[in-house]
């Protein structure tokens, strides 16, 4: 099973052709990397874009300069640096999950455009399945945003938004294709490695725009210890496709967009040498995201926005038995292993601005989501409705203080919701170069589809849904520090200095059913507490580009509950730094994309043969995480981009917890992180001509 | 043409026929002497219901049969061997308890707390099941005594599970019949009055099936006539060090060990992979017996013979491709016997577990 590493390539010949001698901008000019951070807008929870200075949020942005120097080919890859955030795999299900500011993906509300995903389970596997080609940056805010985006906005917010073509009219076609091993594994252009390919035209004129683009996001899987067939890490095929079609005039922008994706995680099964008979499982997965949304400027004191969303997201398990003696192939018959579930979520969300004088804002709004759900793991064709109305104000009584209260009143059709949910965001302006952010919210969480109504039941499961759940919800507590340091020759030096504490109250956990010890449910049970510091620091100098933070979050220990002598929180640390270095002269920037994971304790409780119960300190290992990335500017509109995933050679960590909880998690002694040191070489076309 | 040369030959086959059997004084029909079985492939036929398969599957090797049982369609075996024993229907998890009483007619679900015979993860629990080691004098139904005073009733429940439903609890009170048989009275746990049916005792079974509902039904085949029998049966699982519960569970094996059936483990390679130095299942011929121990106990390949799913780490759910078993049937014949296969997981159905077996000494 030796896979040879082929770095060969033959990709500049389908680019070799220039299109046109006009006049050509290329939309991201390698040298405008010493842009001012400050500067940029961001949207996420604001009445209209805002600069992140001015955000009474605490708004930390992935920008497109990021994400396009750092050329990854998925969200994950993008995210996995940041601070506070750290990824789980399911190598089984072929799946991963989110964790943020210490909390796992059913607490982190996951937005493309303002439009919450939906997900089949607990995990935030919306992250993985969304095309990165078309995603301009990310937005992520940090603490309970129930108000504005109601459930699950627990722990935060990560806001994706899309490439928009700015005005004028104009024609941009862009192509990407990129080719990457898995740590020593590789083919060209398929099979192992990763292999991405993009293809997307932008046309604007007299405010209409239309948008299409296509990618292909292919992944061989990963061998690793695994022998024969098995592989540690699956197979993944992705195609994804979107569209977009919108009018824009001075008083009304619109626009209809079509995100599509077909996936195909393919399982082999290991060969049974006896019967030469080996069984494969594939996760087929189709989703259809239906978007429409309109901001419209009624007059200078009115502005209203709205968004519907249709989605449609279906995940079929198939499983084939292949008899290598006879050559025949078919579908098995064992329970749920030929399943289809279909998830539809609608979404409506309208909201008014209302400027009332220079000092008052109000936005009122409200929301309808409806779910439904079905499957031979749910109980029936349940629906879920939740119709919420929510009210904020933005308020500035003087020049230096701004604050922000705001209120949600949720009815659902299935479960209690909370009545209401306030929040009190404030920021005061210290100085020209100081701010501090202070914010006190609730947040909630509905209980899920699948916790309400799940059933699965087999030889090694007995887990059922609980209709009697009641929501999750939090109190947040949190203060930034900003410092924003004035120009010292070249030099520009700002940082952030953080704190936040979350108490969570209801949490749903698996537990025992009270009434059959023999079955699982899902009850309400824990209360949890996070407490964390960051501390950020961005430099500016010259055409470097640099940041580094540190972060040490706190979790709960709840065997401090029934257990004396162990403590009551569990700490770890994280360090990141991204360096971007541009060198005009050549033409090229270098990028390093870092992050330390520290170490990460845990108490578990361990049943003794005499039958007494000791406590135990685990230990999940510390990484690191460490991108390079070099581009060249060719031509213009060409840019070649090659460097090392992985630098660290990172596969497994150590874990010595006995089980790790998560359902599927593979071996004890070791939790997957990535297929090691992979190398990656991609070349980008943007080329733009100005159709005026 | 054809058709009249086929006649043709019909007619000759018939005269010749005609000829041999005139010419041959009639004597007794010789009975020919089957040769046992030199091994095949099965595919147990547990039906429908995955891992709880609807049937229990019985199995001759010698004479490549078997024979499947609905686990549910009977309820108590009366004992046709020495003594008078009664066991409970292990195949459902059949649970029963001392009601305290002699009068079938007092005891109802006022008078007894159903509850008790519900299953649980408890040690204490071990006692509404037969014997797990299937030993003949370990039933909960104590032996019927010659002296009717001493036989108590006993409630019974069909079902097995954490709740139990009075619609599947039964009373019964079982007599002797003479010296060869017993008579069952039985009924409904809330019904006032009783049936009553009578068994004999007959020595080509070990046990004579009957059910609540159909009365005497035909159960295991013929006690010369089957080796083993695979299913969902009622067992034991370890819950800490030498802490015992009753657990019910399917791909149970158990040998007919009251039949004479004895077996042999044989683990031939160790959890590196590496040869433990006994032959593999190719490998394995008549010169190895000498090595290899029988044992008479019921539960020799139980559930030894594969692994299910689990959160433990780095299994490979399937059968054991480690080891293979040898089986002594009651005539002497030595097989050797492995799983090929049981679950999805190992290219099979559950529910279709498949084997395979080969001679290795004619008894």
Known sequence: MTRQLLFTFSVSVLFATPISAQQMRTIYAGDTLRNTALDEVVVTGQYEPQSVKNSVYRVRTITNEQIRLRASTTVENILNTQLGMRFSNDLTLGESDIQLMGMSGQNVKVLIDGIPLIDRGATKQSLSQIDVNNIERIEVVEGPMSVTYGTDALAGVINMITKKAAAGNSLVIGARIQEESAGNEYAAFRKEGTHNGNLSIDWQRRGWLAQVSGSRNNFGGWQGNSEGRLLDWNPKDQWLASGTFGYRNRKVNTWYRLNFLDEDIYMPGALNNLNLVAVDKNYLTSRFTHMLQTE??????????????????????????????????????????????????????????????????????????????????????????????????????????????????????????????????????????????????RG???????????????????????????AEYSNSFNTYVSWYGTELGNWRITSTLGGFYNRFNNLIDIGVAPDNPAVNTYVNIERFR?????????????????????????????????????????????????????????GTGINLFYKYNGDRPGYEAVTQSNGDVSVNRTSIAAYHNADVSINKNITHYLTLVGGVRNLFNVTRIESSALGDGSAHSGAVSSLPVGYGRSFFLGLNLQWSRNTN | MKTTMNTLKSVGLCA???????????????????????????????????????????????????????????????????????????????????????????????????????????????????????????????????????????????????EVNVNNVWKVRILRDGDNGYTLHYAQLNATDYETLRIAKDGDYHFKHVSFTAGQVDGEPKKADWDFIWGYNIYYTAMGPSVYIP??????????????????????????????????????????????TFSNSRNVIASNWRVTPSPTPNIVVGTKKDRFYLIKDPAGNVYKLRFTSFTTEDGGTRGYPELEYTLVKRG
């Not at chain 2, 075996?77 to 003594?83: D, E, K, L, N």
């Open chain 1, 296 to 441: 419209w400027g009624i007059n200078d004191r009115f502005s209203f926005s709205g968004a519907v969303s249709y989605q449609d997201y279906e995940r079929r398990t198939k499983t084939m038995r292949r008899n290598f003696r006879t050559g025949e192939s078919a579908l098995t018959t064992g329970a749920g292993e030929q399943d289809t579930a279909q998830f539809t979520s609608f979404v409506f969300r309208g909201t008014l601005q209302y400027k009332v004088s220079d000092k008052v804002f109000l936005q009122p709004g409200i929301e309808i989501n409806r779910n439904a759900g079905s499957g031979q793991r749910i109980d029936g064709t349940p629906v879920i409705a939740d119709y919420a109305f929510f009210i904020s104000s933005e308020l500035k009584p003087t020049q230096w203080l701004h604050i922000r209260p705001g209120l949600r009143f949720i009815r659902n059709s299935v479960y209690d919701a909370p009545p209401v949910i306030p929040s009190i965001n404030t920021r005061f302006r210290i100085s020209e170069s100081v701010d501090i952010r202070a914010a006190y919210a």
């Open chain 2, 16 to 162: 010749m026929a005609a000829i041999a059997v005139a010419a041959c004084s009639r004597g007794n029909d010789p009975i020919p002497e089957t040769p046992p079985s030199d091994g095949t492939t099965l595919t147990l036929q547990g039906g429908d219901g995955g891992g709880s398969a609807v049937n229990s599957v019985y199995v001759d090797l010698s004479a490549e049969q078997q024979t499947s049982v609905e686990r549910a369609g009977w309820n108590l075996g009366f004992y046709s061997g020495a003594g008078f024993r009664v066991i409970l229907n292990g195949t459902t998890g059949t649970s029963a308890m001392d009601a305290g009483t002699t009068d079938l007619t007092e005891v109802n679900a006022t008078s007894f707390d159903i509850s008790q015979l519900a299953s649980g993860y408890e040690p204490a629990k071990m006692a509404l099941y037969d014997d797990t080691a299937g030993r003949i004098e370990h039933t909960v139904i104590a032996e019927i005594a010659a002296n009717e005073a001493d036989n108590n009733v006993y409630v019974v429940n069909t079902a097995f599970g954490s």
């Open chain 1, 444 to 470: 909630f969480r509905s209980p899920a589809l699948r916790e309400l109504y799940f059933t699965f039941f087999d030889a090694n499961h007995s887990i059922r849904g609980n209709e009697n759940l009641k």
């Open chain 1, 530 to 586: 996070t407490v964390g510091t960051t501390f950020e620091n961005s430099v500016y100098w010259k055409n470097l580009e640099a940041s580094i933070g540190f972060s040490y979050i706190g979790r709960h220990n709840r065997l401090s509950d029934t257990e004396t002598n162990v403590p009551g929180m569990v700490w770890s640390p994280e360090v990141n730094s991204n360096i971007m270095y541009y060198i005009h002269k050549w």
């Open chain 2, 247 to 292: 657990y019910a569970f399917s791909d149970l094996i158990f040998i007919n060990h009251l039949g004479g059936v004895s077996a042999a483990e044989v683990i031939f390679e160790d959890a590196n992979g590496e040869s433990t130095g006994k032959p593999a299942y190719a490998d394995f011929t008549e010169a190895d017996l000498g090595s290899v």
